[in-house]
């Protein structure tokens, strides 16, 4: 492939070579057929297809997760899409009581080969309930994998990962990142669920995921003009979480800053502060710092700027940890 | 009875909607299909003719024995603390005998967690339905093996999973067909609904068998609906037609009807079979607090055992002999069930580990190995 490409368009080669892979896999969702997705990720999919492969599906995200968890005990692989994050939440028990569970309650006679695809997260101006962060929900249930891109090479081959996984994998696409292009390569240079230095440094580990990598990486360039060498690791998966990677990252750089969009409470800097500081605490020179959202709803997008972590921000907590 | 018909007859016998789909009803007074009375006399109904062969009547009087004798077996290990819980399903044998002998091998059936007789018929080995009741699992069986899926407690989720099932059966271009069966309590739920919205618009092969037996724990049906819930089918776009819950042969052959009208490209039927709860929600349940002692009195004049019996008896087919045989048949399956509760292992602790993810996944790799050290410590004595 070698290609530079969207985002949003390395995503939309990658369900096509899925589809043209096996044909047991079905993408599901609304306005997925016709319109191509309102973000247009499925585009020229149906046409291509058919409405049987590619299927325009009533409006009810439970409908969506349910009937995929049925098509995956008849063998199909569905690629579901929930239109935006916050429309998630109707299909939360079916998410997180029976696609998640249905391994275990059936001890593993049955597999859920079910990907669900949600563009997340904000910065795009957009009304209330289409700019959250729900990924440590997801996270913390047992059963699910999560996995966000952030690059298009990324997006490509971890969605194809996550589509051939014999487990459910929440999706996450950063969509404020949709139209930012990039080189995709010929294959998969990682596993699905491992981490990527995408800097190296050596003063502190900065790690991120999905929408906030690129904060990171403008973050570390403004750094170094100040004489500051900070490390970037792209997470890649939250669930697993690629410890060893971050491990080794952070007892090299003493210190570790964990930034999401999401809010700080709770989330997954929190997990990951937690257990850094068990493994590398006599390696720290700073407590591992998070950089987040705050405990509100996420806001009008008039003052989302405030909300959302930015290079300034995320330089202010290197601050505060090279002061230690 | 109905000879065994092809694929091609049934197709091009695939009914129409009866005239008494059309029909209203209350609840006080419901319109329902019935082939056996109360007082075990044959009738016919002209949208649902049905023959049975004397040894059919037979085995399906076998089959709601066995299976009340299963039910009230793992009642009183419930008493004895031998199952943490059990819903029992006293009164609604008939309805899950007469659905679930409607169905074919390649036909699937998605139940809650109290269609006992319906897996029975599925013939999974009871003693695997009483291991999420005692504990030691969540389910455990292969859905796939016998077509019936995994009990589903979250009421009315598994409706959803029966309309995807049936989806992919259409894409297959399968003759199979799909049996939701949920309550009436359950009809208020969205995912119901969604299915229902879901088999209509894809035209699924599933059949939504809703067991009404009055009581969602404590709340009587008028809680849940102001129609009759069999009359929900027509906002949606498909026939729904109301059965005697009580009789089996009705339960048959209306079940058989609606699975063929679905294995035939006409899409999803609600069937509600008005029937009863006999006993408690739960074992954990008290009906004498919300429940009138005449209703349920009222109910017992209906029973499906007593009335197939005096059908057997009345038109001479089943002689004192064939009684006292499943009688014993029941001391026995009441013995194996006794016996396989009281051995059943309890799994080893890891089994928390076993099934988490199909693939490999980290954190659950590295917490059964801090957990197996943990354990083995014990052993070691070194937290003693």
Request: glycine fraction near 8%; hydrophobic fraction near 40%; charged fraction near 25%.
């Amino acid at each position: 492939m070698a290609a530079q490409l969207s985002i949003a368009k390395a995503l939309n080669e990658a369900l096509r070579k899925s589809l043209e892979n096996d044909p047991k896999t079905l993408l599901m969702g609304e306005d997925i057929g016709k319109l191509g997705g309102v973000f247009r990720i499925t585009d020229g999919l149906q046409k291509d297809f058919g409405d049987s492969r590619v299927i325009d599906s009533p409006l009810a995200e439970s409908g969506i997760v349910g009937t995929a968890i049925g098509l995956a005990l008849r063998g199909y692989r569905p690629v579901v899409e929930i239109q935006f994050d916050g429309f998630v939440y109707p299909a939360f028990d079916q998410i997180v009581s029976q696609l998640a569970k249905m391994h275990a309650r059936a001890l593993g006679h049955v597999k859920m080969p079910v990907t669900i695809r949600i563009p997340y997260a904000g910065g795009i101006g957009a009304v209330e309930h289409h700019s959250e962060s729900h990924e440590a929900y997801f996270a913390h249930t047992a059963g699910l994998r999560v996995v966000s891109p952030s690059s298009a090479h990324d997006a490509h081959w971890m969605l194809r990962q996550a589509i051939e996984s014999d487990d459910p994998v929440i999706f996450l696409e950063p969509k404020r990142r949709y139209w930012d292009k990039g080189e995709v390569g010929d294959a998969a240079d990682l596993g699905l669920y491992d981490a990527r230095i995408v800097r190296p440094g050596t003063d502190a580990t900065l790690i991120a995921y999905g929408p906030m990598v690129k904060v990171c990486l403008e973050a570390a360039a403004a750094a170094e003009e100040d004489g500051r060498r900070l490390e970037v690791v792209d997470l890649r998966s939250l669930s697993p979480v690629d410890f060893a990677a971050l491990e080794e990252s952070v007892k090299r750089t003493g210190r570790g800053i964990v930034v999401h969009e999401a809010p700080v409470f709770l989330g997954m800097g929190a997990e990951l502060a937690a257990r850094l500081t068990e493994r590398c605490f006599y390696h720290l020179e700073a407590p591992i710092l998070r950089v987040g959202g705050y405990h509100a709803p996420y806001p009008p997008s008039r003052v989302e700027e405030a909300f959302l972590p930015d290079l300034d921000r995320v330089l202010d907590a290197v601050d505060r940890a090279l002061a230690y | 009875m109905t000879v065994k018909s092809t694929a091609r007859a049934r197709k091009k016998a695939a009914p129409g909607v009866p005239d008494t789909l059309r029909a209203t009803g209350t609840d006080t007074q419901p319109e329902l299909v019935q082939l056996l009375t109360p007082e075990g006399e044959r009738i016919e109904h002209p949208d649902y003719p049905l023959t049975t062969t004397p040894d059919e009547l037979r085995a399906l009087y076998r089959d709601l024995v066995l299976v009340r004798r299963f039910d009230a077996e793992a009642t009183a290990l419930q008493r004895q603390g031998e199952l943490g819980l059990w819903a029992s399903l006293l009164g609604q044998e008939a309805a899950q005998v007469g659905s679930g002998r409607a169905m074919r091998t390649g036909d699937y059936a998605f139940p809650t967690y109290r269609e006992h007789g319906v897996a029975w018929c599925r013939d999974v080995d009871p003693l695997n339905l009483l291991g999420m009741f005692r504990g030691v699992n969540h389910g455990g069986w292969d859905p796939n093996e016998k077509n019936f899926h995994l009990y589903t407690i979250v009421i009315g989720a598994q409706t959803l999973h029966a309309t995807g099932y049936a989806m992919g059966i259409t894409k297959d271009g399968a003759d199979d067909a799909v049996i939701a069966y949920f309550g009436d309590g359950a009809s208020s739920q969205g995912d119901v609904n969604e299915a229902f919205t879901f088999a209509s618009v894809y035209n699924a092969p599933v059949v939504f068998f809703c067991q009404n037996n009055q009581w969602a724990i404590s709340e009587p049906t008028t809680t849940q609906t102001k129609i009759p819930l069999y009359r929900r089918a027509s906002g949606f776009g498909f026939p729904g037609v109301r059965v005697d819950g009580n009789d089996v042969l009705a339960c048959l052959a209306v079940t058989r009807w609606a699975l063929d009208h679905a294995r035939s490209g006409n899409g999803p039927v609600l069937i509600e079979a008005f029937t009863y709860r006999m006993g408690a929600h739960t074992t954990s349940d008290d009906p004498t607090r919300y429940r009138p002692s005449e209703e349920t009195e009222a109910w017992k004049a209906k029973d499906p055992i007593t009335r197939l019996r005096a059908l057997l008896e009345k038109e001479g087919l089943a002689e004192e002999e064939f009684f006292a045989s499943i009688e014993a048949e029941s001391e026995q399956l009441g013995l194996r069930v006794r016996e396989g509760v009281r051995t059943m292992p309890d799994p080893d602790p890891t089994l928390i580990f076993d099934h988490v993810y199909a693939e490999p996944h980290t954190l659950v790799d590295e917490e059964r190995a801090e957990y197996v050290e943990y354990a083995a410590s014990f052993e070691a004595g070194e937290n003693l």
